[in-house]
Nanobody, 127 residues
Framework: QAPLEESGGGLVQPGASLRLSCAAA?????????MAWFRQAPGKEREFVAA????????YLADSIKGRFTVSRDNAKNTQYLQLTNLKPEDTATYFC???????????????????WGQGTQVTVSS
């Protein structure tokens, strides 16, 4: 079983909303991990979207999605969420969930800071 599994992607029109979920496999001590979301569009590098630290559930968001996306976690359900609103065509990408035992603030936006990854869920925004 993969350690992380994303769901909730789909094809939507501009302005629509989606909620992505990232479920950790049973037996994973989800509450002990710093979590994050990244996205990758075809031909582009993987891009930081949001992070959700285990300590105080502190959150960090990329400037490009502030005010539109919200990240949260439910440790009791072993699940991280990414609420996407007012979606734009440039949000089209595969969205990945990532986890690490610990991250530091200066590098938590880098993919190499994370140990575990999901398979990704596709979000397509098109009219």
């Amino acid at each position: 079983q993969a350690p992380l599994e994303e769901s909730g992607g789909g094809l939507v029109q501009p302005g629509a909303s989606l909620r992505l979920s990232c479920a950790a496999a049973s037996g994973v001590s989800f509450s002990t991990y710093d979590m994050a979301w990244f996205r990758q569009a075809p031909g582009k590098e993987r891009e930081f979207v949001a992070a959700n630290r285990k300590r105080n559930s502190a959150t960090y968001l990329a400037d490009s999605i502030k005010g539109r996306f919200t990240v949260s976690r439910d440790n009791a359900k072993n699940t991280q969420y990414l609420q996407l609103t007012n979606l734009k065509p440039e949000d089209t990408a595969t969205y990945f969930c990532a986890a690490s035992r610990t991250t530091i603030t200066s590098t938590l936006r880098r993919p190499e800071s994370y140990t575990y990854w999901g398979q990704g869920t596709q979000v397509t925004v098109s009219s």
